[in-house]
């Protein structure tokens, strides 16, 4: 389990005449990370700077900053800092400054990035990663209302559904809730069900509930 970001986000303040707009992306690779920097500093080729930090992996074992032209230490250390102190993980946030003419000193400046990373950070969601199951089971036509009445009433998400001879279900089940799953599933079924698919993969959770879609499921 970890905790990053559901979705890319924006914020944006502005302290003493300079606009300071924080942009924040979850990222798989130092790669990705490095694109998402490169697309800022595009979109943004007129501002002052273009400051940055990420963290990529579970266990956080890569972690860059930049502070790209501010005083040392300033801007992309605070940036960091705040993605640290969220326990954040495969997150690349930039803040970018457009200047005011207003100095704003050593300490503006850390309290100003670091504002515009956490305001982004709170805008994309902060959710944690766990391990689950994708699995799809196929069964008979007799068995599907108890079943289905099983998926939707203890927070299994039907994501994907198909009616031929058989019927054939696939969801989203947490690793720590799968032997509970196919036990209750062998019950309904005595066993005669067929299991199609069964790969590990992740999750959001947000609030303790699958975020499927949108959508929140309680397991």
């Not at 130092?30 to 992996?57: Q, T, V």
């Not at 860059?64 to 032209?69: E, I, L, N, T």
Request: proline share 3%; hydrophobic share 35%.
């Amino acid at each position: 389990m970890y905790k990053t970001i559901l979705k890319e986000a924006t914020f944006e303040e502005e302290i003493k005449k300079s606009r300071f707009i924080g942009y924040i992306s979850p990222v798989l690779t130092k790669e990705e990370a490095e694109e998402f920097i490169l697309s800022i500093k595009e979109k943004h080729k007129d501002a002052r700077h273009n400051c940055s930090a990420y963290i990529i992996g579970e266990d956080a074992l890569i972690q860059k900053y930049d502070d790209d032209g501010e005083p040392s230490k300033t801007a992309g250390p605070p940036i960091l800092e705040v993605l640290k102190n969220l326990e954040l993980r495969n997150v690349v946030c930039v803040v970018t400054r457009y200047f005011g003419g207003v100095l704003l000193g050593a300490g503006g400046l850390i309290r100003a990035y670091s504002s515009a990373c956490a305001g982004a950070a709170q805008e994309a969601k902060i959710v944690e990663m766990h391990p689950c199951k994708e699995i799809e089971i196929e069964y008979d036509y007799l068995h599907h209302g108890s079943l289905e009445y099983y998926f939707l009433s203890n927070g299994f998400p039907i994501i994907e559904s198909n009616f031929g001879e058989k019927v054939s279900i696939k969801t989203l089940v947490l690793m720590d809730n799968e032997g509970n799953f196919f036990d209750t599933i062998n019950g309904i079924t005595s066993a005669t069900h067929t299991v199609k698919y069964n790969e590990k993969t992740e999750i959001p959770l947000w609030n303790g509930e699958l975020l499927v879609e949108g959508k929140t499921y309680k397991q």
